[in-house]
Structures are given as C-alpha cells and as structure tokens.
C-alpha cells in the first residue's frame, strides 16, 4: 500500500494567496518605476538606486525587528499590518511630483515588507515539517511570481487603456493589494505563550547558519536591484511594452520553476540547488553587460527566472532546516537582515557606476558570482558544517 502524500498546510496555501495578490500589485508598477523615475521625473540612475538601496535597507532592518517580534508574539498581526502599509504606499507614488515622496512611498512600502516578511516566512516554516519545507517555500514564491506575471499584464492593459499615461498605474494597484490584506483573515494561528528575552540576534543562533548567511549576504554585495536590469533592457533598445513583456516572461520562468526547484532542494540538498542558480545568476549579469543587441534580453532575462526559482525560495528553506523552532523568526529576520543591508550597497555602488549603460558594474557583478559559486561547489560543505 502506498503511503498517504502529504500536503501542505492550510496558511501555506492562504500565504501563497496572498502574496499572489499583493505581488500582482506591486509587479503592475515594478517595471514602471525605473522609467517614472528616470523618464517622467526626470531623475538620473544614481536616484534610482538610492531610492532602492534606502527601500532595500528600510525592509532589512524591518526584517530583523519584525522577525525577533515573530517569535515572542502572534504573527498574524505583524502580516496583516505589513501588507496594508504596502497596499496604502502604491497611490502615494501616484501623487508625486518629484523623486522625494516616491522615495517616501518606497520607505512606506518597504517598511510593510519588512514587517510582514519575517514572520510570515516564519510562519511557513513552523506549519511544515522540515523534509517539505522547499517544498513549501517552492509554491509561495510560485504563488508570488505568478503575480508577477498577471500585474505587469494587468497593468499593461491599463496602459493602454488610459492613453499610454503611467500614474493611472499606481492607483488601479490599490485594488488587488486590499484584496491581498483582505486574505490574511484566513490566516489561523494558535495562541502562543510569552517566551523569555532571547540573547543577541545572532550571537546564539547555530554556527551553521551563521556560515550560510554570511555567505549569501557576500553575495548580496554583487545582487543589485532588479529595477536595473529593466533600465539595461530600456537601454538596449526595447521599448515600454517590450519591458513589461519580456518582464512577464522572466516571472513566468520564477513561477514555473520556483516549486520543482523546492521539491529538488528538499532531495538532493538546498546547498546543491542555490549552486546551480548562483552559476546561471553570473551568466545573465554578464551576459546582459556584455551583449550590445535587444534581441539578447528576451534569453537573458527569462534565463534570470531560473536563477531567481532556485535560489528565493531554497535560501529561506536552507537557513530555516539550521533553525530550532523557538528561533525561527528571529534567525530569518536575521538572514532577511543581512542580504537586504547587502543589496542596499549593492544598489547604491552600481547606482554610481551604472553611468549610461550599466555595462560595467553588471560584468563585475557577473564574473565576481563566477567566483562565488566555484567557491560554494568547491568548499560549500564546510558552511553547513556545524
């Protein structure tokens, strides 16, 4: 008799939900902004990647609060507040004259981000058993890029109905993002008990997991913001619906990929997994860098899926298995910590260098990724040593 297949829990499924609908929103403005900002605003690439790094930076110390909060309180109101602040950010970009206030409405936006993600991933964790937890984590980011895929197409639509104008964009998003908060009502939590003061964020977690964030925070320093990668596709000739189209193609890749890309971690090891996508995140960064025709960015990007399938979803899995259960939100608020601090400089160095083509930083980021991921395949065993 075959055994029983075992299935996810209920707040996996209502998470992925949610995260469908607040990412549809968010995804209907993400390849937006870099020209609202650039184009309609008139701001130069090194204001985009300050208001990125600041947004990056803004969620990572949000993560680690939020993550530590995680663990001595109820989660539930920590998600539910952190998707309304980030449904409430998207029409005040709509109203800005100048970069200022969508640099505010990005703090805002990042700051629910940072609130809800920790205990939310927290949550995920703790509901699933440890050898179904790529799986797990695989169907939320699934669930995630799949909103990926319907915003930009939503809003696309939108763009053309409105005469090619892009504030309307800001607005129509408030509309699945308050959906998305409406969700979370479904969310069911136990009452937990108060726990004792936990020591130093990271001075008592597992040396393991120390190894393996401070590893993918390295990372991080080379793992600028996506939103550059949209303005080296502008660059490169496509037009605005082409970088919306060939967005969705990448997205539809993450979604493809993002649940066999769990279920393969939670078999041949997380460790294996991240190794593959950080090899193919060094083709794309260079390759984007490197090529001088548009045609190049309909594979590169869509191949920038992959990597994104592979390593989002496996890295929470990955630091999470290290994890004891008490210490879950506080080890992921950490590691959300460190790779958003990460980014943050990231953004704000390839913001400087990025001059008219970006070419240069995104080659430096390309080959500095070979050089990591030989190293993860050469020596990875001694981080997940204990």
């Not at 008799?1 to 299935?7: A, H, N, Q, S, T």
């Not at 990125?52 to 969620?59: K, L, R």
């Not at 895929?149 to 998003?173: D, S």
């Not at 080659?363 to 040593?385: K, P, Q």
Request: charged letters at 15%; glycine letters at 10%; proline letters at 5%.
């Amino acid at each position: 008799m075959e055994p029983k297949k075992e299935r996810l829990g209920r707040n996996v499924v209502v998470l992925t939900w949610v995260s469908f609908l607040q990412d549809a929103a968010s995804e209907m403005l993400y390849p937006v902004l870099p020209l609202f900002i650039t184009s309609v605003l008139g701001a130069p690439p090194a204001v985009l990647g300050l208001i990125e790094g600041v947004a990056e930076g803004t969620a990572s110390v949000w993560k680690a609060i939020s993550g530590r909060m995680a663990d001595r309180m109820r989660k539930r109101p920590l998600i539910f507040l952190g998707y309304s602040l980030s449904a409430l950010a998207k029409p005040l970009i709509g109203l800005a004259a100048g970069w200022p206030l969508v640099l505010v409405a990005r703090f805002v936006d990042r700051t629910g981000k940072g609130i809800r993600t920790s205990p939310r991933d927290a949550l995920i964790a703790s509901d699933t058993p440890a050898h179904l937890r790529g799986r797990a984590f695989g169907l939320h980011r699934s669930g995630d890029s799949a909103g990926a895929v319907v915003g930009p197409l939503l809003g696309l639509a939108i763009y053309e109905m409105v005469n090619h104008e892009l504030r309307p964009l800001f607005f129509a998003a408030f509309v699945p993002a308050l959906l998305s908060v409406a969700f979370i009502a479904r969310v069911t939590e136990p009452e937990q008990k108060p726990r004792q003061s936990h020591p130093a964020v990271l001075g008592s977690l597992p040396l393991n997991f120390k190894k393996v964030v401070a590893f993918i925070a390295l990372f991080g320093l080379i793992n600028f913001s996506d939103a550059f990668l949209l303005l080296r596709a502008s660059k490169l000739g496509l037009t605005f619906v082409q970088v919306i189209l060939v967005y969705v193609l990448y997205n539809v890749v993450y979604a493809a990929l993002s649940y066999p890309a769990g279920r393969v971690s939670d078999r041949l090891g997380r460790r294996t997994v991240f190794t593959l996508g950080l090899g193919i995140f060094s083709v794309c960064y260079f390759g984007l860098g490197f090529v001088t025709t548009s045609a190049w960015v309909w594979v590169l990007l869509p191949l920038y899926g992959a990597y994104t399938a592979l390593t989002d979803g496996v890295s929470k899995a990955w630091v999470s298995d290290m994890l004891p259960q008490a210490r879950l939100g506080t080890g992921l608020g950490a590691f959300h910590a460190c790779f958003g601090v990460a980014v943050l400089v990231a953004s704000l160095w390839a913001g400087v260098l990025w001059q008219e083509s970006g070419r240069l930083p995104l080659m430096i980021s390309g080959v500095l990724a070979a050089i990591l991921s030989a190293c993860l395949l050469l020596f990875g065993r001694r981080l997940d040593a204990v």
